[in-house]
């Protein structure tokens, strides 16, 4: 039934009551948290107190919204030196759930819940699918990986909170998820946008064309994406894709989501309140440019985060959003501070390679970055797999198009890359975080 | 006349010419012929089969990239000038080969030249004009057996 496809774009819900409330009113509340917030702060959590103790101040010098600038920074190394439970602020008793970054490098860093604080992750994650458009009775196929990653549970718990039925897949396994997808008609899907990509690609393999099932709603995030990217979930998929924003050291996902509007995330900032910095200087940038996004937690109760350093480089969108929610909206994050690369002395991103190769007609969206150093100097190739629509039978056009894909990504970064073309599936397949760049230079 | 050539990148690899040709041998599809265009970085394998519909399948389930294009059979005796001859011809209408292969069915004195041209209907239409032998591709099929 193709009307499915165009089924309601989400409607109210009771529980996204504060993305509609009145300024004065939604400055009055984040005042009265942040308050609470910093005194629990420094009264629980040594970290806290002595870089407050270091500045001099105490919470009672937390008066209006605009004093936070007195605080300090907390920094990822902090949580990694206070491994594992040296940031909580409240007793284990009260300590109902713990999760885990990753941990690529070293000790992961560890977060801690309260029932309170599983409440309000809970609550930011119905608000998110609603503005996504999902309601009660969806069928929601959780792809988020189940266990220290906050992805899956904090999906799972808000779709069941929505009155929408979960399937709690996990991550991997895709022909099986592909399987459940059209066997129990799926209308909603949450994972990486990479993991979705290939989920459709595979599934196409199979025979199975998404855009005839249910399916109509991605929720996409857990890494930086590409307008270029969401157009090809979109048409792969027939479906609309959104962008999710979360982080596990804040509470997971559902601190930001897109509404309808596909223009900019909605910062859940009665809880999270938002500041953008520059990354260099640590001022507040001047209203609507870009810098780093601060985040400070203003209901945790069980690991409060004072003016944590996302490392994520987002602006404030400051025009009102036509879906009508009040509450703040930042440009989705095309880029984090620290996947910056440097290449011959030029900052690259690699969503601005993806980007660029997007571009091109027929491109597909699987490629790889490799650094390497050759005699001093620095080379950067772009592993590129080849698809059908973009292949012809003459040496000719294979060498055209590589031309016009080197073209591509020196016209938007200013280096010239070396373009391999690469045969399908050949670049391995995240069922997580694509992992986009290999740095084989050495020191 | 025309008839359908699979192509498919290849990496210049080790063992990455014999992916689509172990898929098509287990799948018991004969190589009618073949040719192998080659760069530093990968290579361009260019098929003729007779049921290139099920060979394409096939080599789409082993995971390569398959292509399709028309390309112009011409038949000519097996003898010196053969080739030349027919070259002349070719200039003649002002055809330009973007590249050729060529097979023999291994008996009798004829050859088959396949021809790539920019635009496949116009060089069949001015080779017949010129008494050219353009091959169907029935009957270059049912020849092979």
């Known amino acids: 039934m193709k009307s499915k496809k165009s089924a309601s774009c989400g409607g109210f819900h009771p529980v996204s009551a504060p993305d509609y409330l009145p300024q004065t009113q939604l400055r009055q509340l984040q005042l009265a948290r942040l308050k609470c917030i910093v005194k629990r702060a420094y009264e629980n959590v040594s970290l806290h107190r002595q870089r407050m103790e270091e500045k001099g101040i105490t919470p009672d010098d937390i008066q209006s919204l605009e004093d936070i600038t007195k605080l300090h920074f907390t920094m990822k190394d902090d949580l990694r030196e206070a491994y594992p439970f040296g940031m909580f602020a409240s007793p284990m008793d009260e300590v109902v759930r713990v999760h885990a970054s990753s941990g690529t490098t070293g000790k992961p860093t560890v ?10 992750w809970t609550n930011v994650m119905v608000r998110s699918f609603v503005s996504c458009g999902c309601h009660r009775g969806d069928i929601i196929q959780n792809a988020y990986g189940y266990g220290l990653f906050t992805g899956g549970l904090g999906a799972h718990y808000g779709a069941e909170a929505l009155g929408a039925t979960v399937i709690p897949m996990s991550g991997g396994n895709t022909d099986r998820q592909i399987m459940i997808m059209k066997d129990f008609g799926s209308n909603a899907i949450s994972c990486t946008p990479s993991y979705f990509v290939h989920l459709a690609e595979r599934a196409l393999e199979m025979g199975i064309d998404l855009r005839d099932l249910p399916l109509r709603i991605g929720v996409f995030g857990a890494e930086p994406w590409s307008d270029g990217l969401r157009q090809r979930a979109e048409e792969i998929g027939g479906i609309k894709a959104y962008d999710i924003y979360g982080l596990s050291e804040i509470i997971g996902p559902g601190v930001a989501i897109e509404c309808a509007m596909q223009e900019g995330l909605h910062i859940f900032e009665d809880h999270f309140y938002p500041e ?28 409060p985060l004072l003016r944590y350093r996302t490392r994520d480089i987002t602006r404030m969108i400051p025009e009102a959003c036509g879906c009508g929610r009040t509450i703040c909206r930042m440009a989705r994050i095309g880029r984090r501070s620290d996947d910056m690369f440097i ?23 699987h490629y790889q970055i490799v650094l390497t150093r050759a005699k001093g100097l620095d080379q950067m190739e772009v592993q590129f797999e080849v698809t059908p629509e973009m292949f012809g039978d003459t040496v000719g056009s294979v060498e055209n198009l590589q031309r016009t894909l080197c073209h591509a990504i020196e016209s938007t970064i200013g280096v010239r890359a070396k373009i391999t073309l690469v045969e399908p599936h050949s670049i391995e397949r995240s069922q997580g975080k694509a992992k986009r760049v290999i740095d084989k230079r050495e020191g | 006349m025309k008839l359908t050539q699979l192509s498919l990148f290849l990496e210049n690899k080790p063992a990455h010419l014999k992916v ?22 990968f290579g361009i394998l260019r098929l003729i089969v007779r049921d290139w519909q099920k060979a394409k399948e096939v080599l789409e389930n082993a995971g390569c990239v398959v292509n399709t294009t028309e390309v112009v059979a011409v038949e000519v005796e097996d003898r010196p000038g053969g080739l030349a001859d027919l070259l002349d011809i070719i200039e003649k209408a002002g055809i330009n080969i973007e590249y050729m292969y060529a097979f023999t069915f291994g008996r009798g004195d004829r050859a088959i030249l396949v021809f790539r041209f920019e635009d496949p209907d116009e060089a069949v239409t001015k080779l017949q004009a010129a008494g050219v032998g353009v091959v169907e591709g029935i009957s270059l099929y049912s020849r092979g057996t």
């Open chain 1, 276 to 303: 953008i910095i520059d990354p260099e200087t640590c001022e507040a940038v001047p209203p609507g440019e870009e810098g780093e996004l601060v985040l400070t937690t203003l209901s945790k109760m069980a690991m």
């Open chain 2, 20 to 41: 689509p040709c172990r898929a098509l041998a287990d799948a018991g599809i004969s190589i009618m012929t073949l040719s192998l265009a080659d760069t530093e970085q």
């Open chain 1, 111 to 120: 977060v801690a819940y309260t029932q309170e604080d599983v409440n309000v």
């Open chain 1, 343 to 365: 290449i011959r002395g030029v900052n690259v991103y690699p969503s601005q390679i993806e980007a660029a190769l997007l571009k091109v007609e027929g491109t597909s969206p």
